[in-house]
């Protein structure tokens, strides 16, 4: 094995594809190739990854207006490579957003001044997150990184507290959901504490950015079209406005 190659753990059946990006003495670090997930392995565990045109991902289709002025994404990311991918999944879908890659620890010291800088209509807080299976899943220091994200969701909400104003997507592999919730994130994961694709947050917000502002959004349609389908969320509106011109013409 070595650097880039992309292998599965037998361990675990091969349930998730990871790039190889270190080594240490005899154990290679991974990170998922779909999944925000960092793991390692001995080689012995690993194998290599044969891509299969039927595992090609499809991104779910979300409806795109014209005529419309569609909401801005915040995209902050503890993971430069899953920023680059969330920002081209972004592009795809036709949502103007801007992306910084800023370590989780770090994120909170820097979200008042992006807020401000950018004033977006929904803002997601991702990188890289886990819980420790054996600790409390109801104590935050159960978790590596859902402390920085709370904390992150906390000081966003200092600045925009209306959650109709600024829509907050929050959250990592298996983070707190409920604590996530409770600080006043619209959108979290993971309330099974599983993984989540690395583009879970994307879709969502995408398909908030697209959604009428005056009509009723089906959150449970927009959570089961996520890849992983473990996010969970609370009543939001939608940030797409119609355009008029001259009465009831739209332009």
């Known amino acids: 094995m070595k650097i880039n190659d992309l292998v599965i753990r037998k361990k675990y059946q091969g349930d998730i594809v990871f790039r190889v990006i270190g080594k240490m003495n005899d154990i290679f670090i991974l990170k998922g190739e779909f999944v925000r997930l960092i793991a390692d392995a001995r080689e012995d565990d690993l194998e290599e990854y044969i891509p299969n045109k039927k595992q090609n991902l499809i991104l779910p289709r979300i409806k795109s207006f014209d005529h419309y002025v569609k909401g801005k994404v915040l995209h902050i990311d503890g993971d430069e490579l899953y920023l680059r991918r969330a ?41 890289h997150d886990s819980f420790k299976s054996k600790e409390d899943k109801y104590k935050i220091e159960s978790y590596i990184n859902s402390k920085f994200f709370v904390d992150t969701v906390l000081e966003a909400r200092k600045v925009r507290s209306d959650k109709d104003d600024l829509i907050i997507i929050a ?24 993984n989540i694709h690395l583009l879970d947050p994307v879709i969502v917000a995408s398909f908030l950015a697209n959604s009428r502002i005056n009509e009723p959004i089906d959150i449970e349609y927009i959570l089961v079209n996520t890849i992983s389908k473990e996010l969970g969320g609370i009543e939001t509106h939608g940030k797409a406005r119609k355009i008029y011109v001259g009465g009831s013409h739209y332009i």
């Open 87 to 127: 920002m081209e999944a972004y592009s795809k879908y036709k949502v103007e957003a801007f992306g910084y890659y800023i370590k989780e620890g770090d994120m909170k010291y820097r979200i008042k001044e992006l807020l401000i800088e950018h004033n977006p209509d929904i803002l997601v807080i991702t990188g």
């Open 171 to 194: 959250g990592a592999c298996q983070s707190y959901f409920e604590e996530l919730i409770k600080a006043g994130a619209n959108f979290a994961s993971s309330p099974n504490r599983n």
